[in-house]
Each structure stands twice: as C-alpha cells, then as structure tokens.
C-alpha cells in the first residue's frame, strides 16, 4: 500500500511539473515569433492571395411592383422571345418524292 | 431549330435554320425572296417576267439578271443532257391539259385535248441571247416554262440568303431541297424518299452533309384528261407525258439545279439514257424506283458526296 501511495504522489509531480515546463514553452515560443504589422507588404500580399480583388457588379435593376397589371399576388417578370413560328428544337426529317 | 412554313410555287416549302441570332430574321428574308421571285417567274402569272417574255416572242426584250442567269443555266443543261431538258416544251404540256396551276386543275379539271399545229415546233437552241445588252429574243411562237430550274434556283438562292443569317440551315420547296451546314444536335441532316405508289411509305432514308436533293416523279402533278393519265413530265423527243420505265428519280448533288435538271432528265431520258447521262455528273447520287416498283440506287457514286448515308428498308 505504501508503495502504491509513493508512485502515484510521483506520477502527480511528474504531471504537474510537465504541465509547468509546457506552458513556459509556450509562452516563450510566442513572445519570440513575429509580431503582425499593419502596413508592411509582406502582410498585404497573402491576404491579396486569398481574398482575391473584388468583381466591380453592375447594379441590380430595382423590382418595380407598381408597373404590373396584375392585381395582388407577386409578380413575375416577363421574357419576349420572338420567333416566326414553331420552337427550338431538332432538325426535322425532310421528305421529297416530287411535288 | 426555327423553322417555317409557307405554301409558295404551288408547292408547300419549309425553312429549317439555326444559329445565336438573327435566325428570325433569315427565315423571314428568305420567305419575301422566296415570294418576290414566285411572282417573277411563274407562267401563271401573266404579269410575270417569264409571260411577258412568252407573251413577246419573236422580239427582242430586255430581262432582269435573274432571268438572263437561268435562261443562260437552260441553255447550259439543255446542250449537256442531250435536249432531255428542254424548256420549251410550254406548248406540248398545255395541250396535254396544263394550261393552268395545279390547284385549278385540281378544283376545275384539266382543259380538252388539242392536236399538235403542222408547223415544226421551234428548237430551244434557237433563244438568242444578249448578255452584254441583257436581252433575250424567243424565236417566234416558242413559249419557255422555267418550273423546275426556276423553282431549283429559287431554293438554292433562298437557301445562300439563310446561310448569312445561321450555322446551319435548310430550304424545301415541295421536296426540293438544299442543306448548309450541318445542325448542331445531330449528325447531319436526315430526309426520307417517298414511295411514290405510297407516300406514306419511306423507301429510302439518307443522311446528308451540305448537298441538294430534288425528285421528278410521274405520279405528282397528274391528271385526267379525255379518259388519259396525263402528268406533267412532257418528253421534248415526242412532245408528249413522258411514258417513262421509272416512277421517280431522286439526285443528291453539290448543287440544286444539277439536282433539279438530272432528276427530270434521267426520269425523262429512261434505263437506257441513264448511264449516259450520268457519266456527264460523276458527282450525283441516283435513286430510282422503277415502274414495277423494284428500287435502283448508285452507292457506288456514294464516294463523291460528302456524308452521304442510305439505309434500304425494303
């Protein structure tokens, strides 16, 4: 029993003093990295990398509700397509046999 | 695909095209060209080009380009297909009845036979022409129908005017046909001979890349007339309805007037003329379903025709 109450006050050390030593690791591994600098170039051109410049959109026509005869309901812009008759499609199978 | 559909030339036409714009456009350049040139060259209209040149025979008067061009093309073919095409045979099909459109015979008969005058009947070789002054002199009582190179030149011109407007497109007057280009969504473009004994039987189907196609067939366009079966393929050698060994003669040409012109001329001209014939066009494809009703092709004249395919369901 005594030898059992030995090794686990050891293992309590050992794990506190490994949990100390990391944290002062850590803490001197981050006051000697690089600090970030506002304007310096080398900060600018991986963001510039990664975001991309912006697409310049032309604006977006307003929805104007009020033009539409129909009354109540939502509104549903309308498309003009004009053909002579007849509808996209395939190529017809042609005949001839005389006329 | 855009398609139209009119009736024009008595015969019911079709416009095919397809491209990114302006294809609305095309079809309707193409059906104003289409019924412009209908009202100047039909021998119907007696105001027409063509019957103010009958009507001034043994004259000399001047013509438009068009005119002056097919009449040039006539005398071409005429020469080439030993006087099988003859556009002169006015007078011989009004006396077998076609004196009037179709749609009047349809609806009113044909007119009574008339025999032949004594007088020789003149040669079309003997049109003169002018082309530097643009004029054109028919030897006196010589009446010229352009119908089948006319209608051949229409739809070929029709089918250039759709082409500015399309990727591919496709112009038929009654059967008549010509294709430019190929359509997007398919290999080429598929057209279906008729059983003339049967229309509503297929005896051939092609595929065809850019070409014409035109059928001359005995059984279209025919008549009563005195108890008689007359039709309107007039044989320029009897000055009669061709009695002919075949019932229809389709071609598939580089162009629609050699498919027109050959069409008539190897119905015209029979099994023993066609060989003949087709060794002056080593580029046409013929097809021919015979009076009994037996099927003749060329695939061996495939090789000249661009994608040309056939399947013979028979």
Redesign the interface.
């Known amino acids: 029993m005594k030898h059992t109450s030995l090794l686990r006050i050891a293992l309590r050390f050992w794990i506190a003093m490994a949990s100390v030593f990391s944290f002062l690791v850590g803490w001197v591994m981050l006051a000697h990295s690089p600090k970030p600098v506002a304007n310096s170039a080398s900060a600018v051109a991986p963001q510039a990398v990664l975001v991309g410049a912006a697409p310049t959109l032309a604006p977006l026509p307003s929805l104007d509700l009020s033009s539409n005869s129909n009354s109540g309901g939502v509104q549903v812009p309308q498309l003009s397509i004009q053909q002579p008759s007849g509808l996209p499609g395939q190529a017809p199978v042609f005949t001839t046999g005389g006329s | 695909?855009?398609?139209?559909?009119l009736v024009a030339m008595?015969?019911s036409v079709?416009l095919?095209a397809?491209g990114q714009n302006g294809v609305?456009s095309g079809?309707?350049a193409a059906?104003a060209f289409i019924e412009q040139s209908e009202r100047r060259f039909s021998r119907f209209l007696p105001q027409s080009e063509v019957s103010c040149l009958n009507q001034s025979a043994g004259e000399w008067r001047i013509v438009s380009q068009e005119l002056m061009e097919m009449l040039v093309l006539s005398l071409g073919y005429y020469h080439e297909t030993g006087g099988l095409f003859d556009p002169s045979i006015l007078p011989a099909l009004k006396r077998a009845g076609y004196d009037r459109s179709m749609n009047e015979i349809r609806h009113h008969g044909a007119s009574a036979f008339r025999e032949a005058p004594q007088s020789a009947r003149a040669d079309f070789r003997q049109i003169e022409t002018d082309t530097e002054g643009q004029r054109v002199r028919l030897p006196p009582s010589m009446e010229i129908d352009l119908g089948g190179i006319a209608?051949g030149w229409i739809v070929e011109k029709a089918a250039t005017l759709l082409e500015g407007y399309s990727t591919?497109c496709?112009v038929?007057?009654?059967?008549?046909?010509v294709f430019r280009g190929s359509?997007r969504?398919?290999w080429g473009?598929?057209?279906?001979?008729?059983?003339?004994l049967d229309?509503s039987r297929v005896v051939w189907g092609l595929q065809l890349g850019p070409c014409a196609?035109?059928?001359?067939?005995v059984?279209?366009?025919s008549w009563q007339q005195g108890g008689r079966v007359r039709h309107h393929l007039i044989d320029p050698r009897t000055a009669e309805p061709v009695a002919a060994d075949a019932l229809?003669v389709?071609v598939v040409s580089p162009t629609m007037v050699a498919a027109e012109v050959y069409a008539k001329a190897l119905l015209i001209g029979g099994e023993r003329e066609r060989p003949r014939l087709a060794s002056r066009r080593p580029e046409l494809v013929y097809f021919v379903v015979r009076s009994d009703g037996s099927l003749v092709g060329t695939p061996t004249g495939a090789e000249h025709v661009d994608d040309l395919h056939f399947t013979h369901p028979r």
């Open positions: 695909m855009q398609t139209l559909e008595n015969t079709l095919a397809e609305a079809l309707e059906q209608k591919a496709a038929s007057a009654g059967g008549d046909i359509p969504d398919s473009w598929r057209v279906n001979i008729e059983d003339p229309p196609v035109a059928t001359s067939s059984a279209k366009r229809s389709t």
